[in-house]
């Protein structure tokens, strides 16, 4: 990701002096030199601060006394962006931050106040990074944050090697010190190195789902076929049942003779007529059983008609009850606000509020909007006071149709139970019609759940289609293909870390090393094994594999079509493994001499830095805060000396102290 920093900016407290500016070239080495105690390890948790950190390390007292605000101007393809975050003060940490965006951004003389919040700009930054918004717990909700998705700052640990890093022989990255943060770095590690990429991601997630899918559907489709042979006895049963009925016709091959798909058959043809209660009574029914059953349809139609009626009757009494309530509230609304009418008509007489005795003349505006609410109000009220005569003429006549089409049934159903009273045989023609549509009922229940659990059912395909789509996805994501890809990555960083120690002071530079992407540290073929970082003594071995490690796994960045990882990398203090006791002793502000062969073993260190950045010019920017003096690694094409903080020139402008 193209991502460079272009200044660091701090805001005085006192806004009679100007922001204190630091420009960054684009591109190079970017080198910042002075003395101890003249705040150059500052810059590093001044930048990280400004990017979004979840905590404030900028040095307490001097700084943070001196300075309301810390910003970064930053360098992107969609232009300049500048990220300020307020002082924290006696806070451990503010979320309240000032963002600009522009093609040129213009930076500010003074911040009166924020426009964004730490969370917004952390959001903002993991867009501008294209990070997948998917978390690595492939659905579930993750317990804790190493499990969820990658954020822009866990890039940090890439770009950041402050001094307490950059020759550590027990951390290689930054903040790897801490368990959550090692834990979230290993789980991104091969997001980073893009074995597991945000297609892969997805496929885990979709594999997941529908995993836990294909589990359930098999279950029910267990449990459906286990109940299948007593399901087989109820067919028989009901084939049975049915030609007692006279829904089939009487046969000499009893039911239990007939083979499944028989029975399903015929049993389907009984759902799929509509005649079964004349066929019960083809040869029964008389006058008054058609009569009965002409009554019976006459009372259906009449009760569905009543049925309607009064649902709508129901609806426009709740219509007319919520226009009443509505003005009611209106009324109440008006009476809160008629003393606003009242105060205004006491102000040409009296000056002064008649309930608490202030002034009325600054609250002028404010009583005139109240008035103005008041008349809106008002006209409100009139409007929902009275409902359309159109609308009570509908609601008698819904009322009528009620009465009238309740007399109907009252009468229809009169007759029907005199009928019935009279009729024995209308009674069990009555009771065989009704317990022939009960069993054409259960029975089209059953074939249902039938065709749900056959062999060639929806839910046996279904699951057939999870099973393939599952072996599927399962082979586009075995965990054995994303471990091949981190490998050859590993390998490839490697490769490149090697070329380039090479070419730095560390004691078998032409030895293999090792990177673990699980250990977060590199291991160095020896003659017996691979030892670990912490096992090799020497600060300039450390310094050596730090710098190399690093700009090894930015080369490998560089050379993917599209990283994460901003284009840039801080390393502050490299130079302290060589001449620390001596900065420590020096006295009067006087730097002390330093001896050749530590003068060449900081220069190769510089020429390393200075090899990468012309090799990915200008894409790539290198910044260092160092104790050296541009007279020891100066003359480089593509290093640049920033400032040199000596003879009273700090960060933090002395003037500002005063």
């Known amino acids: 990701m193209y991502f460079q920093i272009k200044e660091v900016i701090l805001w005085p407290r006192n806004p009679q002096f100007e922001p204190r500016r630091i420009p960054f070239e684009l591109g190079m080495v970017n080198v910042i030199t002075g003395a101890s105690r003249t705040g150059k390890s500052a810059v590093t948790p001044i930048i990280d601060y400004c990017l979004g950190s979840h905590s404030c390390s900028i040095p307490v007292k001097t700084i943070r006394q001196a300075c309301s605000w810390f910003g970064v101007l930053i360098q992107t393809e969609q232009g300049q962006k500048l990220f300020a975050r307020k002082e924290p003060g006696t806070q451990q940490l503010t979320d309240h931050m000032f963002v600009l965006e522009d093609a040129q951004v213009l930076i500010p003389r003074t911040i009166e106040e924020r426009n964004a919040t730490a969370d917004q700009v952390r959001r903002s930054l993991d867009e501008l990074a294209g990070l997948t918004k998917l978390d690595f717990s492939a659905g579930e909700n993750a317990a804790t944050n190493r499990a969820g998705r990658p954020g822009f700052r866990d ?34 590690f091969p997001y980073v190195l893009n074995a597991i990429t945000p297609e892969q991601l997805g496929k885990e997630h979709e594999l997941d789902l529908l995993q836990r899918e294909l589990k359930r559907k098999e279950r029910e489709l267990v449990v459906a076929r286990d109940i299948s042979a007593r399901w087989l006895a109820e067919i028989r049963n009901h084939v049975s049942k049915a030609r007692e009925l006279g829904l089939l016709p009487e046969d000499d091959e009893p039911s239990r003779r007939m083979e499944k798909e028989e029975m399903i058959a015929l049993l389907s043809s009984i759902v799929s007529r509509t005649d079964h209660t004349l066929k019960v009574t083809a040869e029964t029914l008389d006058g008054s059983i058609a009569e009965l059953r002409d009554l019976e349809k006459e009372e259906g139609a009449v009760s569905r008609e009543l049925t309607g009626l009064r649902r709508r009757l129901s609806e426009m009494r709740r219509l007319t009850e919520s226009v009443d309530q509505y003005s009611q509230a209106l009324q109440v609304q008006r009476d809160r606000l008629k003393v606003s009418e009242w105060l205004n008509d006491q102000r040409p007489d009296h000056t002064d509020c008649p309930v608490c005795g202030h002034d009325l003349a600054e609250a002028k505006d404010e009583l005139q909007v109240l008035v103005a609410a008041l008349r809106e109000v008002e006209k409100e009220v009139k409007v929902t006071r009275n409902i359309p005569a159109a609308f009570d003429l509908e609601m008698q006549r819904v009322n009528s149709e009620v009465r009238v089409f309740a007399e109907k049934l009252e009468a229809v159903q009169i007759r029907r139970h005199a009928l019935t009273a009279r009729s024995s045989d209308a009674k069990k023609e009555q009771f065989r019609a009704k317990e022939v549509e009960r069993f054409v009922g259960s029975l089209e229940s059953s074939l249902s759940f039938y065709s749900r659990l056959g062999e060639d059912s929806a839910l046996a395909v279904e699951v057939e289609k999870l099973a393939s789509r599952v072996a599927l996805l399962r082979e586009e994501v075995k965990p054995e293909q994303v471990e091949a890809r981190k490998k050859h990555a590993l390998q490839r960083v490697n490769s490149h870390a090697g070329s380039m120690i090479r070419h730095l002071d560390v004691e078998d530079p032409d030895a293999p090393i090792f990177l673990s992407a699980n250990d977060l540290t590199i291991r160095v073929a020896g003659e017996d094994r691979k030892h670990l970082l912490s096992e090799i003594g020497s600060g300039s071995n450390w310094l050596g594999y730090h710098v190399g490690t690093i700009l090894a796994l930015h080369w490998f960045f560089m050379e993917l079509h599209h990283s994460p990882v901003p284009h840039f990398v801080i390393f502050d203090q490299p130079s302290q493994v060589y001449f620390p006791k001596k900065l420590a002793g020096a006295r009067n502000g006087e730097e002390p001499e330093i001896l050749d062969e530590d003068v060449d073993a900081i220069r190769k260190t510089f020429k390393v830095l200075d090899f990468f950045c012309r090799k990915f010019a200008p894409r790539f920017q290198i910044i260092v805060f160092d104790h050296a003096p541009e007279s020891v690694w100066g003359n480089l094409s593509s290093t640049h000396l920033v400032e040199e903080w000596r003879g009273g020139s700090k960060l933090v402008p002395i003037e500002w102290l005063a």
């Open 155 to 188: 890039m940090a640990a890439f770009t950041f090697q402050p001094q307490n890093v950059v020759a550590n022989p027990d951390i290689l990255f930054f903040k790897a010190d801490t368990y959550d943060h090692r834990q979230k770095l290993r789980t991104i």
